[in-house]
């Protein structure tokens, strides 16, 4: 049977090239933003007001907040942060003296940290009144561990050309019968005592929240299980109790 012209196959001339397939007509691809709602303007300002205590006097310069109280002195440096404080006394509206940190034209990253150094200010003004409190437990299932506590001459760990006289060291004997000695130096401030009451335990005590938190942390990872099954072998010093003196939380 004869095709006919119209009916067979349209044949591309030799030499001319293929043509590209063409493609649905799409909407032109716009960049991220444009692709977003319209955007929230940022806050004009945001604050926050952590009160003072009669006995605390706070000062601010150059973004660098010191804490005086009946335990001592306290100063941190925020200088990654940008923020202005200002202490407001008391007066006949306002009956407690309150601490004004201010951030202008803040996003949201910015304004969580708003709330961040306040509470490290409200930490120090604990620090320096009531102070902070950490007790660690002794846990062995054969070999008894042996703890000493010392004190001497120490290079200071926050100024190493500062030496201290009275520095506090925790000495380690016996782990896993081991005859290694562990020697741990404490923190700058941060004091260490055998509890009177339960044995095997040993208490920190400081005003700085960070040194304490920090010294414990020192003595346990002195003591970690290697090499060996830690869901077996479970010896080593555990922060048992923290918080403020007197209102400590457990942790067991």
Not at 20 to 39: E, G, H, I, K, V
Not at 175 to 202: M, P, Y
Request: with cysteine.
């Amino acid at each position: 049977m004869a095709v006919s012209p119209a009916a067979a196959p349209l044949r591309r001339p030799p030499g001319r090239p293929r043509a590209a397939p063409r493609r649905a007509a799409t909407a032109p691809r716009l960049p991220p933003l444009a692709r977003l709602s319209p955007l929230t303007p940022r806050p004009l300002r945001s604050l926050a007001s952590p009160s003072l205590p009669a006995p605390v006097t706070v000062t601010v310069k150059a973004r660098t907040v010191t804490v005086k109280g009946p335990g001592g002195t306290l100063v941190r440096k925020f200088a990654g942060n940008c923020f202005a404080a200002k202490v407001l006394p008391k007066s006949a509206d306002q009956p407690a003296s309150l601490m004004r940190v201010d951030m202008w034209f803040c996003d949201r990253k910015q304004k969580a940290t708003l709330r961040t150094i306040c509470t490290h200010i409200e930490n120090m003004i604990k620090g320096v009144t009531k102070g902070f409190q950490y007790k660690m437990r002794f846990a062995y299932s054969h070999f008894p561990i042996n703890v000493t506590l010392t004190k001497g001459e120490g290079k200071s760990k926050e100024d190493k050309s500062k030496v201290i006289k009275d520095q506090h060291f925790v000495e380690i004997r016996n782990f896993l019968g081991q005859s290694r000695l562990r020697k741990v130096q404490l923190h700058d401030g941060v004091t260490v005592t055998r509890s009177a009451n339960v044995k095997d335990e040993i208490v920190l005590e400081g005003i700085s929240l960070e040194k304490v938190a920090g010294s414990a942390a020192s003595v346990h990872e002195s003591c970690l299980i290697r090499h060996k099954d830690i869901r077996k072998f479970l010896d080593g010093l555990y922060v048992s109790e923290r918080g403020v003196k007197g209102a400590t939380v457990s942790l067991m």
